[in-house]
């Protein structure tokens, strides 16, 4: 049982899921989930008859009595069919939790890009505009004080060389 449950667990994760419910295919994932449970159910009863399961474990544990067969209880149905619905629900929380990551990380990874993106807008357009006024002002400042507009063209073109080559 547990191989089959492991089996429609990774093919809820893997496959259903992001085909059906990811998709807003939300009574189709419904329909699918219950065939695949009535299936579970069948297989593992199918499995019990082969295999002759209860003689058994009759065998086992009491040996020399007779077998004597019961009549078939759905007692165990019930049960392998909540370890089912369990498996089910574990796994599409799984996968939900697995997208809703993946969605996060996209989003995350978009809103670096467009904030880098107008960041260079701003620095495309402020840069000729700073560069342009800060000239006018050392042109000015030359009739006033000359080694004060040397040192401020030396910062000048350091910061512009900090803008073109660092940032």
């Known amino acids: 049982t547990?191989?089959?449950l492991?089996?429609?667990?990774?093919?809820?994760?893997?496959?259903v899921a992001p085909k059906f419910l990811f998709k807003g295919n939300y009574w189709q994932y419904?329909?699918?989930?219950?065939?695949?449970?009535?299936a579970f159910v069948l297989i593992l009863q199918k499995y019990d008859t082969w295999v002759e399961y209860s003689r058994l474990m009759h065998e086992a544990f009491r040996p020399?009595?007779?077998?004597?067969?019961?009549?078939?209880s759905y007692y165990w149905d019930i049960v392998f069919y909540l370890q089912y619905a369990l498996s089910i629900g574990i796994s599409t929380s799984i996968a939900a939790v697995q997208m809703w990551q993946l969605e996060d990380?996209?989003?995350?990874?978009l809103e670096e890009q467009k904030k880098i993106s107008e960041l260079s807008y701003l620095?495309?357009?402020?840069?000729?505009?700073?560069?342009?006024?800060?000239?006018?002002?050392?042109?000015?400042?030359?009739?006033?004080?000359?080694?004060?507009?040397?040192?401020?063209?030396l910062k000048l073109s350091r910061?512009?060389?900090y803008v073109l080559y660092e940032t």
Request: avoid cysteine; charged fraction near 15%.
């Open 159 to 161: 910061m512009m060389r």
């Open 6 to 15: 492991i089996w429609f667990f990774y093919g809820n994760i893997l496959y």
């Open 30 to 38: 419904l329909f699918i989930i219950l065939l695949a449970g009535l």
């Open 123 to 153: 620095k495309a357009q402020i840069n000729p505009h700073f560069f342009f006024n800060t000239l006018n002002n050392i042109y000015a400042l030359i009739n006033f004080d000359v080694e004060h507009a040397k040192t401020a063209l």
């Open 105 to 109: 990380l996209v989003r995350r990874q």
């Open 64 to 72: 020399g009595q007779a077998y004597v067969p019961k009549p078939k």
């Open 2 to 4: 547990l191989t089959i």
